[in-house]
């Protein structure tokens, strides 16, 4: 169903809101695309309602010409005016910060997905929400096996191990260990062997990230043999580390926008704003 814009006005922005397994992403932007604030609040058990109170929280003052919701829940945001998936949404604030870009990889809380793009359009994807030995989900278990918080996930093996000269160099790795099991629950026990064995935590973190980076290549299949510049979003680019074992596993390297994890929302607030400006 269209949206049903309102009044056009100075102040009028147009909103985007990513309603994910992990949490709820907002973007409003002006009419030229620019965004005018950004919120992120983290999912409950009541998603519409979380959502809900984001958007009145963060546009209550604002003159709202559309909204477009996206994300696992988006069919439950009935003060939406409509609902998009998130495959065309992350292509498309994707493409509108690299309008050069070929594909995007994006790994969030409960799935991954690999979108190839033509002129800035999905041209095809190929998605993994089945299994979640490639998606954020198995860097969460084996954090809380590992004793680290969220944040501390997101800084783990950013500390390099300290060369000969004694000077730490901030773009190296700890070697990562070797994580055989593709599945979460039997590899969670892999983890709870090499704990036994003394294996320091980050060492056990990169051996994860880059088990999600091969999951990750292996859903793409041949679609993984193209050219051109592949961006890297969703919450798990925050994560320090995943950027390297993708780029490794890839054998190229990624870009990362600013703000991954609100490329979906982006999306959807632009889509919100073209389709109000169709009429």
């Given at each position: 169903?269209?949206?049903?814009?309102?009044?056009?006005?100075?102040?009028?922005?147009?909103?985007?809101?990513?309603?994910?397994?992990?949490?709820?992403k907002l973007v409003a932007i002006?009419?030229?695309?620019?965004?005018?604030?950004?919120?992120?609040?983290?999912?409950?058990?009541?998603?519409?309602?979380?959502?809900?109170?984001?958007?009145?929280?963060?546009?209550?003052?604002?003159?709202?010409?559309?909204?477009?919701?996206?994300?696992?829940?988006?069919?439950?945001?009935?003060?939406?005016?409509?609902?998009?998936?998130?495959?065309?949404?992350?292509?498309?604030?994707?493409?509108?910060?690299?309008?050069?870009?070929?594909?995007?990889?994006?790994?969030?809380?409960?799935?991954?997905?690999?979108?190839?793009?033509?002129?800035?359009?999905?041209?095809?994807?190929?998605?993994?929400?089945?299994?979640?030995?490639?998606?954020?989900?198995?860097?969460?278990?084996?954090?809380?096996?590992?004793?680290?918080?969220?944040?501390?996930?997101?800084?783990?093996?950013?500390?390099?191990?300290?060369?000969?000269?004694?000077?730490?160099?901030?773009?190296?790795?700890?070697?990562?260990?070797?994580?055989?099991?593709?599945?979460?629950?039997?590899?969670?026990?892999?983890?709870?062997?090499?704990?036994?064995?003394?294996?320091?935590?980050?060492?056990?973190?990169?051996?994860?990230?880059?088990?999600?980076?091969?999951?990750?290549?292996?859903?793409?299949?041949?679609?993984?043999?193209?050219?051109?510049?592949?961006?890297?979003?969703?919450?798990?680019?925050?994560?320090?580390?995943?950027?390297?074992?993708?780029?490794?596993?890839?054998?190229?390297?990624?870009?990362?926008?600013?703000?991954?994890?609100?490329?979906?929302?982006?999306?959807?607030?632009?889509?919100?704003?073209?389709?109000?400006?169709?009429?």
């Amino acid at each position: 169903m269209p949206i049903q814009c309102k009044m056009t006005t100075m102040h009028n922005v147009y909103v985007g809101i990513d309603a994910g397994s992990r949490a709820t992403k907002l973007v409003a932007i002006h009419a030229d695309g620019k965004v005018v604030h950004r919120a992120r609040v983290d999912q409950s058990v009541q998603p519409a309602v979380t959502a809900q109170k984001l958007f009145e929280e963060t546009c209550g003052t604002m003159q709202v010409g559309g909204c477009v919701a996206t994300g696992h829940a988006r069919n439950m945001l009935t003060f939406a005016d409509r609902a998009v998936t998130e495959i065309t949404c992350h292509a498309k604030g994707c493409a509108s910060l690299y309008p050069e870009a070929e594909a995007v990889i994006e790994i969030g809380g409960q799935d991954s997905k690999f979108i190839r793009l033509q002129q800035g359009r999905v041209h095809d994807f190929v998605m993994n929400d089945r299994c979640a030995a490639g998606t954020g989900r198995f860097l969460e278990v084996v954090a809380v096996r590992l004793g680290l918080s969220l944040a501390e996930l997101q800084e783990c093996g950013h500390s390099s191990p300290q060369p000969e000269c004694g000077q730490e160099c901030p773009h190296s790795f700890p070697d990562p260990v070797s994580i055989s099991s593709v599945c979460v629950v039997f590899a969670e026990t892999e983890v709870i062997g090499l704990l036994a064995t003394g294996t320091p935590p980050a060492t056990i973190m990169r051996g994860v990230q880059r088990a999600v980076a091969m999951r990750v290549v292996a859903m793409m299949g041949d679609r993984r043999h193209l050219q051109g510049e592949i961006i890297f979003t969703g919450g798990v680019a925050h994560v320090h580390g995943m950027k390297d074992a993708l780029e490794r596993a890839l054998g190229r390297t990624l870009r990362i926008p600013d703000q991954p994890q609100y490329t979906g929302a982006l999306g959807a607030a632009l889509i919100a704003r073209d389709e109000c400006c169709k009429l």
